[in-house]
């Protein structure tokens, strides 16, 4: 992991105000419903997007741009065409000057991501690359991996907390739902940690960076449902023991027992492989399917 400063804004590329001189163009004082928090440092959003890897050749998903910090250094470090979705409207204008200076490399759309499908929006090869708005972070994740093998890799920005939950290890505190959902169907690592100072305004808490890269094999559907029902049953009543947290899912004891699970464990010791192994176990005693 690569802790980072802050340090001041600087010029866009040639021909582009600075980003301070956008947001005060374009009148774009950060708005706390949206979960705006800007990211001024252009040798900031230059290392994240080279955290995404090599992007010549890449269409590149950027959630929430705001005046297009990360969007200038998506585009500058080579990304064959970058679909940035936006939902405040002020910014819509600011990134038109983007898209002039990049012509035919930019597409903005004017939208609730919780609402896109990128898969639909753009074609592969896919990367996911966005600081993303701190209120929407983990519902945009989790439906992303859902459709993990569309991608080559997500390089997301998330609150430090979430980030940790999402690469937490078991039998830490951290370690739950979004880790398994997470680690189930990706690599995951944090690979860089921003103080509060590197944005604008700063928020109460550090941020942090996590790569996730799909794995080769990904979950049919049906095995999918059932992870999610046995990962919410243990994690739903996480201080009890699994005989008595996963009673929901019926015949609790010999369920653990098929996955060869002791019954007086709970929840955050188990690896994600013993998750999958138990919900193999119950869609094994259920016929192959996984009811809800």
């Known amino acids: ?34 979960g705006q928090h800007f990211l001024l ?37 080579g990304a064959d065409h970058v679909h940035a979705v936006e939902l405040d409207s002020r910014a819509i204008a600011a990134l038109a000057e983007l898209e002039a200076a990049y012509p035919g490399r930019l597409t903005v759309t004017e939208a609730d991501a919780l609402g896109v499908d990128p898969v639909a929006m753009m074609p592969a090869p896919r990367r996911i690359v966005a600081n993303l708005p701190y209120n929407v972070g983990s ?11 569309a991608f080559e890799s997500m390089t997301l920005m998330f609150q430090q907390e979430v980030a940790e939950r999402i690469v937490a290890a078991p039998d830490t505190s951290a370690y739950g739902r979004l880790a398994v959902a997470a680690q189930w169907r990706c690599e995951a690592q944090m690979v860089l940690r ?42 739903g009543q996480r201080r009890k023991m699994l005989r008595g947290s996963l009673k929901s899912l019926g015949e609790a004891e010999a369920l653990l027992a098929a996955a060869g699970i002791e019954p007086t464990r709970r929840a955050e010791t188990l690896s994600v492989a013993e998750f999958e192994a138990l919900a193999r176990a119950m869609l094994a005693r259920d016929g192959g399917k996984a009811s809800s």
């Open 41 to 77: 440092d252009e040798a900031l959003c230059g290392r994240i997007a080279r955290l995404a890897g090599d992007l010549s050749g890449r269409q590149v998903l950027e959630v929430g741009p705001g005046p297009g910090g990360l969007t200038r250094a998506l585009l500058a470090n």
């Open 194 to 235: 921003l103080p509060p100072g590197a944005f604008s305004p700063p928020p109460k808490v550090w941020s942090a960076v996590v790569h996730l890269v799909p794995r080769a094999v990904q979950p049919d559907s049906v095995l999918a449902r059932a992870m999610e029902r046995v990962t919410a049953a243990a994690f």
């Open 139 to 149: 519902p945009l994740l989790i439906g992303w991996l859902a459709k993990a093998d």
């Open 1 to 34: 992991m690569d802790p980072a400063g802050p340090g001041g804004p600087g010029a866009g590329p040639a021909g582009l105000p600075s980003l301070s001189e956008t947001i005060h163009r374009h009148g774009l004082a950060a708005r706390k419903a949206l």
